[in-house]
């Protein structure tokens, strides 16, 4: 098992930036891919970001590339998402997903493809 905690929302003005962190413990041991996912009010849940376990490969929803960037530090079992130039469409819930994996190089990009999820963290982006 592995838990997950987000942290780092909050209100920020357009144009802004914010640094999501997801905190993993439990049976950390293990290879793990991880990604983030978002879910804004009355719209289903999308895919962000994803990030393979040795952080060398990594893709991003067309709506962030160029904005937001994934990494990770395998040392502290944390995930990161620094988001720049936010835009009022980025508000929403954000999630932090993991998912064991024997291969270090890969990632996922559905949310059906994680096992575990973390309880969310909201960023609010004021236009």
């Known amino acids: 098992q592995v838990q997950l905690v987000e942290s780092g929302g909050g209100l920020v003005q357009a144009g802004g930036s914010l640094r999501l962190s997801c905190a993993a413990s439990?049976?950390?041991?293990?290879?793990?891919?991880m990604g983030w996912f978002r879910q804004a009010p009355g719209k289903e849940r999308e895919f962000v970001a994803a990030i393979s376990f040795t952080g060398r490969n990594t893709y991003y929803a067309d709506s962030v590339k160029g904005r937001f960037t994934i990494s990770r530090d395998n040392a502290k079992n944390t995930l990161y998402l620094q988001m720049n130039s936010l835009k009022s469409e980025d508000t929403a819930v954000y999630y932090c997903?993991?998912?064991?994996?024997?291969?270090?190089?890969?990632?996922?990009?559905?949310?059906?493809?994680?096992?575990?999820w973390g309880q969310g963290t909201q960023v609010t982006v004021s236009s």
């Open positions: 439990g049976r950390t041991r293990s290879g793990y891919a």
């Open positions: 997903a993991a998912e064991t994996t024997y291969y270090s190089n890969i990632y996922y990009l559905r949310d059906d493809e994680y096992t575990y």
